[in-house]
């Protein structure tokens, strides 16, 4: 079973399409965009240009924001309004499915910091708020 998935990934070209996603190409046809999401699991020093810019400085730079912002939260250093530590987080989307996101908390569940609990509404209809 494996030998004829390994040809067909060949006849459709599968290797030089992952390289394609992960060099920044023009993958995405029917929206006419780049899979860009790929420079968030590159290494520090990996290159990845966009409009002849590397963007992979500036991506780091964000990555790092963002860990310095949750450990930070986690250690009840960063404050709510009410100035006491954040124990909750709504990530409220643009009225798509809010699955990915919930489907990924729950696979990371094990190593979640457990002050913080994680809600998710797929828009900003009051409908949905309401229950938080």
Known sequence: TRDPLVSLAGEVGLKDAIKAQYDGELVNSSEGRRARHTALRRPVGDKLKVN??????????????????????????????????????????????????????????????KGVRCHYLANIDGSESHEL
């Open 52 to 113: 002849g810019v590397d963007v992979m400085p500036d991506v780091h730079r964000v990555l790092n924001q963002m860990s310095e912002l949750v450990g930070r939260i986690h250690d009840g250093l960063w404050r709510g309004y009410t100035e006491k530590p954040i124990t909750d987080v709504v990530n409220i989307g643009i009225g798509g499915s809010f699955l990915a996101p919930e489907l990924v908390s729950e696979a990371l569940v094990a190593s979640a910091h």
